[in-house]
Structure formats: C-alpha cells, structure tokens
C-alpha cells in the first residue's frame, strides 16, 4: 500500500506585535462599537480571545506584549478551511461562530474599517493578509475565493518543496514590508520545510501621535518599582490633562487617546506596586469591558515611562491547551476544506513577533504572526487625579471604532 504523504499547511499572520507559524479622548474612550453585527461579534471574539490568551502567557516573566488582533486573525484564516471537530475546537477557543461564512463576513467588515481612510486620517493604522502556497498544488478554488474576499489574502505560489528557506526568505520580507521594518525575521531558519503547504500570514501596523503629546523638557528620571522588587531609574513623562478615568477600587484604569480620537491606549494600574498579580488573576473580557464602559473625565495628573517592547513566541502548545488540540494533530486535524482531501493538513506550530515604542510624541507597534501547516464628559474636578505608573502595569491600544484590541501587553521593567 502506498504510504499517504503528510502536508503541512502554514498560516503566517504579521502585525506591529508578533507572528504566528503553524505547521503540518475620553468621551471617546467608552463610546459604543460602530458596525454590523457580524463585525460586532468576531471584535467580541477578539477581545474575549485576548484576555484568555493573556491568562495563558501572564506566567512568563517580565514584559509581555503581543497582538491579539493578528493572532485571532490569522486562526480565524485557518479556520475557514477546518471541518469537524477540528472547527468545532477551534471556533471554541477563538470565540467564533461556528457559521464560517458569517466569520468571513465580520473580518471583511473590520478589516474594511481598520484601513478605512489611509494615511489621510493623519495616523497609521493598517493591515494585511496573504497566503503563500506551493506551487502547483491546486488548493479549493472556494477557499482561495473566500480568503480573498473577505481577509483580502490573496495566493502567492513559493515552492517549500525545492527551495524552503528561499519561500522563508520571501515571506519574511513581506512581513517586513507590511510592519516598516519593525518585524523582521518573523519565521527563523528551519520554520519551512519541504512539506510545508501553505503559510497564512497577517500583519498589523499601528503609528500615531498622542492627542495631547507629552513636552520632552517635563520628562525627567525617577524610580520604578520592577516587577521582581528592584527600584530601577527611568525616564517619566509628566502632565495634567484630561482623560477617561476610572477608580476600580484597588485599580486605577486611564484611557489616553491618539490623534483624531480614533485610537487609544487603556492602562490598568494597580494602586499598589505588589498588586499587578490580582488584577491578572481578575482580568476577564467582561470585567475589562465593564471597567472601560465606566471610564469619565477627569483632570488626571499623570507620570507614564517610556518604554520599547520586542517579543517573539511560539503558540502551538498554548493553544492546544486552550482548547484545540486536534488542528496540530497530524493524525486527527481536518483541514480538507482547503485542499479537498488530497492529504492530512495540520498545525505545526503558531510563531508571533510583537513591538511597541512608547514616547513622548506617542506610539509605534507592530506584530506578525504566521500559522504554517505541513503538507460624554463630566465637568472637570479642580484637583487633579494622581496617576503615577512608577510600578508595573497592563496597557491595551484599542480601535475605537470598532471596540478591537489591537494589542495587549504588560510592563514590568521599562529598562529591560
């Protein structure tokens, strides 16, 4: 009997933040999400994705920072093309429906208002798909189809079986390209073989201006308190403005808005300097909502590090452990939408690349990820809240419009 040759199948997603591989103002701040009920439902999916993932990597130590926009993004790519239990655990994990057509529909509809307006609205904020396929194979024609449409991921044809390392070399250069040269070498040497099929890629750039910028002469070093316990001399930006404010008890909670009120970022303060663990331990997709729902204005007294965050890691373990082992199972995993069944496709691994630089002028934060399968303001309060980040602290950069948290990180050491 002739033995059945295994694929791989690589879904590669690149974002401001990281990189997937698999193989085988205030008023502002709390304003409801705008679009369609599909796009609604797959940012819900998103932001309760995030904090389950958070929950899974919150052990490692020191500073974290990923996109959980371009991971789910290019799972959800992946999914589309999965069948049967294997979609049924993947829908589970990525919080999706298990209509794959109405999925398709959400992303084209929030991918649409995540580029909507280009470099005219003053700030960058983009994203991009691609699949790149081995040359010859004859994936669906629908599933490319349906890829295109709604992900706007069109097929590029590389050749893994000849020339790996050289279809590696092409992919990250993309990645590359689509973060301005802040992700690079998102899949290492060695990532593609010969039995790669398919890589699905995703990436996500994010640049912009504070609303209100901070002034450099106001930055001056002070001590923060770093997550293993040792004082650490940083550079703090100081002002008083007003922002979206919130006191959650034993959490202080500020949204700062990015020009045009388009984009902001959400810092979750423990108010004591030993107290980031509880607040990880609490954080739901619920609870966070709420606690941005509850956001007011007020006049906040600020002291915020500058910081630069580059993380990189590797998935696939974690997310079988959430709930979808059988995509990275080579024996089980059914991804035979994608290439009607000429061979078993699976999950080998899920890599992800992330940065953030955070200054006085604002934000810059890129991530890519690759999955590769084988074969209404309140009036001003006269005394200014105090909000002094001197220890660690959770911090997302959301879309207003749509409610999506494009990235969620955790910083720890601004000096490490």
Known sequence: METMRLGVLGVAVLTLVGGILVAGGPALAARKAEGPPEQAAVVQAN???????????????????????????ALAMTYTGAKAKTAEEMAAVLHLDADQAKVCAGYAALIKAIN??????GFRLSTANALWGQTGYGFVPAFLESLKASFGAGLSEVDFQKDADGARKTINAWAEKETQEKIKDLIPPGGLTPVTRLVLTNAIYFKAAWAEPFKKENTKDGPFQAGNGTKVTVPLMHQVHGYGYLDAGDLQVLDMPYEKFAVSMTILLPKTAGGLGKVEQSLTAARLEGWIGGLKHARVDLALPKFK?????????????MGMPTAFDATKADFSTMNAGKEPLWIGDVIHKAYVDVNEAGTEAAAATAVVMLGGAAPQIEKPVVFRADHPFLFLIRDLQSGAILFMGRVENPKA
Not at 116 to 121: Q, T
Not at 309 to 321: E, F, I, N, S
């Open 47 to 73: 932001n309760a994705f995030a904090t389950d993932l958070y929950a899974k990597v919150r052990a490692e130590k020191g500073n974290l920072f990923f996109s959980p926009y371009s991971i789910s993004s």
């Open 309 to 321: 965050v580059t993380a990189q890691c590797t998935l696939g373990k974690t997310l079988a452990a």
């Open 116 to 121: 909507e307006g280009g470099e005219e609205r």
